[in-house]
């Protein structure tokens, strides 16, 4: 039982680059959740979605797209990469119901670097 | 909407000394409280929360964490720290009438033990 696992650990991108960040989760948990952490800020919220086929936008979603085909993949992209998305990302899952009180599964987080 | 203040971003303490890490918040409503600890190169995991009841909740590896709701508080405490518990510590709050849970967290408190 592998929790919720995140592709790549790294990455190192330029300004105007593409890239597609892979959350997975083996939990069964209906909802998963993208966030990004920078010093001093805690983690915010980019989207999250409750269950196969939905998203919905989060506190900081601009310049990000996610997708949820199958219920245990969460796909994080960033179509044109700028220097403020540096930051690392971290994927989370919760429990079926999703309510406010559920426990929310961390991933190990991606540092991503857009020079 | 909600906020969480985290007063101090660094707490430095010998072992076996206490320890309070303090966190406040902003809520015009009720509110779930959490704690949630990241120990370096990890996620964050789950470390204790507070949904209704006794406001004094325990963790298994000995932090404590009591709610008042007239201060707006949710401070963690923990009699005496060991080096494994160097980490950073997230407070966080969700609102109990979301359907789906959106933490908002604080700017984080990073604990270093000092042997």
């Known amino acids: 039982n592998a929790g919720v696992t995140q592709t790549p650990k790294f990455r190192v991108l330029k300004t105007g680059q593409s890239m597609t960040l892979l959350c997975a989760q083996d939990?069964?948990?209906?909802?998963m959740y993208w966030y990004r952490q920078d010093p001093g800020m805690g983690l915010r919220l980019i989207h999250y979605?409750?269950?196969?086929?939905?998203?919905a936008k989060g506190e900081v979603p601009d310049g990000y797209n996610v997708s949820r085909l199958k219920k245990q993949n969460f796909l994080l992209g960033l179509e044109s990469a700028a220097p403020s998305q540096t930051s690392v990302y971290f994927c989370?899952?919760?429990?079926?119901?999703?309510?406010?009180?559920?426990?929310?599964?961390f991933g190990p987080g991606t540092r991503l670097t857009v020079l | 909407a909600q906020s969480v203040t985290q007063l101090d971003s660094q707490v430095p303490v010998f072992e076996e000394a206490p320890v309070e890490l303090r966190c406040n918040y902003s809520?015009?409503?009720?509110?779930?409280l959490f704690w949630y600890v990241q120990y370096p190169n990890q996620g964050l995991q789950l470390l204790l929360k507070?949904?209704?009841?006794?406001?004094l909740v325990k963790s298994i590896n000995g932090f404590e964490a009591e709610f008042n709701k007239s201060q707006t508080s949710f401070h963690l405490r923990k009699p005496s720290v060991h080096i494994s518990d160097t980490a950073e510590y997230f407070c966080?709050?969700?609102?109990?009438?979301?359907?789906?849970?959106?933490?908002?967290f604080g700017q984080g408190t990073r604990l270093t033990i000092n042997p």
């Open positions: 939990m069964n948990h209906e909802y």
């Open positions: 979605s409750v269950g196969e086929g939905t998203t």
């Open positions: 809520s015009s409503v009720s509110v779930y």
């Open positions: 989370a899952s919760s429990y079926f119901a999703g309510g406010p009180e559920d426990t929310q599964y």
């Open positions: 966080a709050v969700s609102d109990p009438f979301r359907g789906a849970q959106k933490l908002v």
């Open positions: 507070y949904l209704s009841g006794s406001t």
